[in-house]
């Protein structure tokens, strides 16, 4: 008869997860950035009448809007 032994679990390989959480972070801030940005740049376009041609400035400065909202002053 065969005897099964455990094998322990690397050390590594628990670290490399605990990590995961920043990640996760860093996603959801991103993805609220972008609802946020996308949500001002959509009152601009309002504001303009929603005049064709001026949808890149309206994200652009909305980009700055936000950042400066948000206190982060590195580009993305």
């Known amino acids: 008869m065969a005897t099964i032994t455990a094998v322990p679990r690397s050390r ?5 997860g ?11 801030a ?9 949500e001002a740049a959509y009152f601009r ?8 041609g001026s949808e890149l400035q309206d994200w652009l400065a909305a980009e700055i809007e936000v950042d400066e909202l ?3 002053s590195g580009a993305h």
């Open 12 to 16: 590594t390989a628990t670290r490399k």
């Open 18 to 28: 605990a990590g995961t959480g920043a990640t996760n972070e860093k996603a959801w």
């Open 30 to 38: 991103g993805e609220d950035r972008y609802r946020m940005i996308a």
């Open 45 to 52: 376009a309002e504001r303009r009448g929603f005049v064709a």
């Open 70 to 72: 948000l206190g982060d």
